[in-house]
C-alpha cells in the first residue's frame, strides 16, 4: 500500500524525537545563545545529508543567520559517484573550511549518516580546533557497524560537542520486500529533527524578548524583511 512507509516512520520520528529530547535541548540553548550573540549557524553535510543544511539556508520560516556550506565538489548534483569519492578525500574539509570559516561565536551542524568520511571526520577535528561548537546529526547504529575511513580511526559522533541520533539502520532503507530493502529514514528524520531545533529556539527566544532573525515567504503578497536580512548577513554568508 501507498501508505506503508508512512505507517512504518511514523513511529521511527516520535522514538527518535523522544529518545533526543535531553541532547536536542542542549543543541536548542547553542542555538539561542548564537542568535542572541550575533553568530552565525553553519550547516555541512555530503552526498544526501546535504539536504539538512540545504532545509536550514534561506528557508521560508527559517532563521537567516544559516549558512550552508554548500561546496559542490561534495554535493551528489554534480555526480553521484563523484561526490561519493571526494567527500572520502583527505584535506578537503579544510578546503570547504577556509571559503567561509565559522567564528567563535559561531555553530556548526555537521550532518552524515555513517559519520565514517574524511570530510566529516575532519570538519569535526577543524572544528575542535577553532573551539567552535559542534553538532552532529548521524545515525550511531550505521556508525558502530563500520569502520572509519578517516586515518584517525574516529567516526563524527566520538568528535562533537552533541550527538543527534537520526534513529536509521544500518544502511539508512528500513521497508524489507524480499530480497528488497527500501524506504531511507535518514533524511525524514534529519529534516524534522531541524525543524523541531528551530521552532523551539524561536519560541524560546521570543520568550525571552530576543530578536529573531526570520526569512518569510516571498511567493507572497505579504510585505517580509527579507532584504533587510540578506543585507544584514551578506558579508558572513558569502552564499546570499
Not at 137 to 143: E, R
Request: glycine fraction near 8%; charge should be negative.
Amino acid at each position: 500500500m501507498i501508505i506503508d512507509y508512512f505507517q512504518h516512520s511514523l513511529p521511527q520520528i516520535n522514538k527518535v524525537l523522544l529518545s533526543q529530547e535531553h541532547e536536542a535541548q542542549r543543541v536548542v540553548e547553542q542555538m539561542v545563545k548564537t542568535i542572541k550573540e550575533d553568530g552565525i549557524i553553519f550547516g555541512f553535510g555530503t552526498g544526501h545529508s546535504h539536504m539538512l543544511p540545504m532545509e536550514m539556508f534561506g528557508r521560508a520560516g527559517g532563521l537567516a543567520n544559516v549558512c550552508a556550506m554548500l561546496d559542490e565538489s561534495i554535493l551528489n548534483g554534480g555526480g553521484a559517484r563523484r561526490s561519493s569519492k571526494m567527500e572520502q578525500l583527505p584535506g578537503l574539509a579544510d578546503i570547504i573550511w577556509e571559503c567561509t570559516p565559522p567564528g567563535p561565536k559561531d555553530m556548526l551542524f555537521i550532518v552524515s549518516n555513517s559519520g565514517r568520511n574524511a570530510a566529516v571526520v575532519e570538519m569535526a577535528l577543524r572544528a575542535k580546533k577553532e573551539g567552535v561548537f559542534t553538532v552532529a546529526i548521524t545515525s550511531i547504529a550505521q556508525s558502530k557497524a563500520n569502520a572509519s575511513r578517516h586515518a584517525s580511526g574516529k567516526k563524527l559522533y566520538e568528535l562533537t560537542d552533541v550527538v543527534l541520533d537520526n534513529g536509521a539502520p544500518d544502511g539508512d532503507a528500513q521497508m524489507q520486500y524480499g530480497v528488497y530493502t527500501t524506504g531511507p529514514l535518514s533524511s525524514l528524520t534529519g529534516i524534522i529533527l531541524v525543524n523541531s531545533l528551530i521552532c523551539e529556539s524561536v519560541r524560546l527566544c521570543e520568550q525571552q524578548n530576543i530578536p529573531v532573525p526570520l526569512f518569510q515567504s516571498q511567493n507572497t503578497e505579504k510585505e517580509t524583511s527579507n532584504d533587510v536580512l540578506f543585507e544584514r548577513f551578506v558579508t558572513r554568508i558569502p552564499r546570499f
